[in-house]
């Protein structure tokens, strides 16, 4: 039984590592994500500059995934044998710079390649700062811990919209307003990619702003919940990308990541196209939708803890994007389309904390950098084929509507994907409490 004792440094340690680690690793994934989806905002004006069919846009966004898929496991293996601080500053520099190059793209070829390159560049971020939480967080934490994190997701479109707009009126030196955007929003990404290096540690044995007391507790911790993993569970590299579970996590994912990106990547034009809007003012529009993920995500987080219920914290938000997304394409009516939209939002975002506390549970070391890294993998083959599915769509039917009506039938098959797994899940502990 825990000690008062015991709990003053638990809660010491947690709120330490919270303090310490979230708003710096919150803050490279909101650069990470603005440079992944500037290129929406990009495609106002520089589609028309440099003659990119809305097919080919989405090809391009897209693309981005398969450089990323490719390179996704090998680059967490190599994040857990080297250590997080060397190889996520290596991840940011490198990527940093592609984003930067997008500035002098020449046409639809050019477009592809950096696009392409920069998923490679980028691959193994996302899933090692989830596994990196893993080393420093104890399970029943997670959901709202990584919630913290990830409101840096919505919360670069919230920032980066406006700004991004904005950039796109200037006009120096030759080059265009989307060009100085890509060149403007990555600079950051290389400076923190250096800062990386001084400011993160690799494990808990390592922070020098913990007390000897606090790194017991901690590693103790995590030395027993891992300790105590029951059958289904994996310890080696192996074991985890051999597990069924795994790529069932990765299904779902790919599901959500349908809707996030085909979402994300195509919401300014969507909201261009319900009314006469300057760039500006689709940036300030754009916020609205984001704010309100923001919201849903930490608390949709926040209540998941709380119940200790991870299954349907996923599949209800959704179940609500599904819902609000075939509103959105098929109502004629724009504010009932944007209202919809700003729904579909918080349901695409607030199941995402539940979702890696979901699929994170019972894995350790190398089998928790690959699991994660393949469950990421799988679902990027959403991030490729939601925005795609748009532009083609839009290309050929010069609608939004069906497109949303294809995202909105992928969350809706992830959603029973998830609540068939934890049937499942259920009827398996019930068989093994029999015997």
Known sequence: MTQPADDGIAGSALRKVAWRLIPFLGMLYFFAFLDRVNVGFAALTMNADLGISAAAFGIGSGIFFIGYILCEVPSNVMLERFGARIWIARIMISWGVLSGAMAFVQGPQSFYLVRFLLGIAEAGFFPGIIFYLTCWFPSQHRARIIALFMIALPMSSVIGAPISTSLLGIEAAGLKGWQWMFLLEAAPTIILGIAVLAVLPDRPSDAEWLNEDEKRWLQRELAREHSGATEGHASSLREALTLPRVWRHGLVYFCILVGLYGFSFWLPQIIASLGRLTNVQVGLVTMIPYSLACIGLVLWGRHSDATAERSWHVALPMLLGAAALTVSGWTSAPM????????????????????????????????????????????????????????????????????????????????????????????????????
């Not at 679902?379 to 084929?385: D, I, K, Q, S």
């Not at 068939?420 to 068989?431: F, G, H, I, K, Y």
């Open 336 to 435: 009932l389309a944007f209202g919809a939209l700003c729904l579909a939002a918080v349901g695409i975002y607030s199941g995402l904390p539940s979702f890696w506390a979901l699929a994170s549970r019972g894995l350790q070391g190398a089998a928790a950098a690959g699991a994660i890294a393949l469950i990421n993998s799988l679902g990027n083959f959403g991030g490729f084929l939601g925005p795609a599915a748009i532009g083609l769509a839009k290309t050929y039917t010069d609608s939004y509507a069906a497109s949303l009506l294809l995202i909105a039938v992928f969350l809706a098959i992830g959603a029973v994907l998830v609540i068939w797994e934890r049937s499942r899940e259920q009827r398996a502990l019930a068989m093994v409490r029999q015997t």
